[in-house]
């Protein structure tokens, strides 16, 4: 009896914690095309400002990869009114913190400030976007910072490159069939003209989407927005015709050589719906049952009970115009490539032909409203998704009612989705190996 009261006394907390979460904003545009976001919470003395810009890696050249997250980079040199060196010693001196990051899709800058220096976030954003200095002396400086960053974190890291075997052979048409970081011969043989027509392209007010989260007054922030940023020129929307990819019908099996690693892996890869579609939430509910946590169904059989790998995920990445699902696994002493593959298609079989459980569907969803609620538990948080679903989703409000589509899919919808979508004609399977010496 004491734990079915108190089980539902958890119960009754989430609920109210989910209703809690409600976050209010409002949103506007400027005459020049810019999109504003605000989310006034006067709770703590912080205001986030953030600008995402819609361009990602996918918006690049052949033959010149990577530009997306140069800017990343490049965009912290310095600008008219800011010396080249002294945009993070600005915002430290003021008390504050900031940071960037590029995916195929968006880039996204922003500041957190003590609220009584919600201003200079306001300012130096602008200043990001009237006049940055794009000069040789930076393209050079950055250009061999984000070489060391590829090199450090994919090149000479241990697995590091297995996004990069999945996005070389998974997309054939489409840019994403290149990572964000790009490669070193593209970095080495563009030009400043180039970078400079990139930005002029993309950091543009029609493709721009500001957000301020925090300790603020309305007035005041709709103020000196209109100050700082009204009065940059309109431009002219983004026109993207992007290629489309031919569905896979027909395995493909791959190698992929990596020099720094002893043990192979093996990855089975499916192009799936994009992010917005509802399928795209049911494949994130499928990888989370088939490999979340020690409790979930691979880990359980081919890690804890049958030792035959070291490691087993199954993954859902979600991308604007496609999504990633992925297996991926390190065997265990000798275990064979067939023998991962096997139990892992038996897994899928028995999606396809059998309903879960109630206990494991309930984890699900529990898993899942955890996992919204935690995303906006801070001010940065907010300010991320606010500018996400506005970009990426075309509906700000999905920071409320996100959680609504993941309570509508059913156990039926996830046995058609396996159905659908986890079939092997339709992935592409890559050896990834240690590099022979």
């Given at each position: ?150 090199r450090q974190s994919m090149d000479n890291r241990p697995y590091g490159n297995l996004l ?274």
């Amino acid at each position: 009896m004491k734990k079915g009261i108190l089980s539902f006394a958890s119960l009754a907390f989430l609920g109210a914690l989910m209703s809690a979460q409600e976050i209010k904003f409002e949103e506007y545009n400027l005459p020049n095309g810019m999109h504003v976001i605000l989310h006034q919470d006067n709770s703590a003395p912080v205001v986030t400002t953030a600008v995402m810009y819609h361009v990602g890696a996918k918006d690049e050249e052949v033959g010149r990869s990577g530009f997306a997250h140069f800017f990343e980079h490049l965009l912290f040199e310095g600008t008219k009114n800011i010396k080249r060196g002294d945009w993070f010693k600005i915002v430290s001196s003021n008390g504050g913190t900031n940071n960037a990051n590029t995916t195929n899709d968006r880039t996204y800058y922003y500041e957190t400030f003590p609220s009584n220096n919600f201003q200079l976030g306001l300012w130096m954003e602008s200043e990001r976007l009237r006049h940055p200095v794009i000069n040789q002396i930076g393209v050079d400086t950055q250009r061999e910072v984000v070489k060391e960053e590829k090199r450090q974190s994919m090149d000479n890291r241990p697995y590091g490159n297995l996004l990069t075997s999945i996005q070389n052979n998974l997309f054939i048409k489409h840019p994403y069939r290149w990572t964000t970081i790009g490669t070193m011969d593209d970095l080495n043989k563009a030009q400043l003209s180039e970078f400079q027509d990139f930005f002029k392209k993309y950091y543009t007010t029609s493709n721009a989407t500001l957000v301020v989260a925090g300790d603020f007054k309305k007035d005041q922030a709709k103020q000196w927005i209109n100050d700082y940023f009204g009065s940059i020129p309109k431009t002219s929307t983004v026109n993207r015709n992007l290629p489309k990819e031919d569905p896979i019908t027909q395995a493909k099996e791959v190698t992929f050589n990596d020099p720094n690693i002893q043990l192979p892996a093996y990855l089975f890869a499916y192009r799936v719906p994009g992010q917005k579609e509802k399928d795209s939430y049911t494949l994130s509910m499928l990888s989370n049952y088939l490999s979340g946590g020690k409790s979930s169904v691979l880990y359980k059989k081919l890690v804890d009970k049958d030792k035959k790998a070291l490691e087993v995920q199954a993954v859902n990445l979600g991308l604007e115009d496609y999504g990633i699902f992925a297996f991926f696994a390190i065997p265990m002493g000798s275990t064979t490539k067939d023998a991962l593959q096997s139990d892992i298609d038996a897994e899928i079989t028995k999606l396809q032909t059998t309903l879960i459980s109630d206990e494991d569907y309930q984890k699900l969803q529990n898993y899942f409203e955890n996992q919204f609620v935690n995303a906006n538990s801070s001010i940065q948080g907010i300010a991320g998704s606010l500018a996400t679903y506005h970009v990426l989703y075309g509906d700000t409000n999905l920071i409320n009612k996100q959680i609504e589509i993941y309570r509508s899919i059913t156990k039926e919808d996830l046995q058609n989705a396996a159905k659908k979508y986890l079939n092997s004609n339709q992935r592409v399977i890559i050896n990834y190996l240690p590099e022979k010496k």
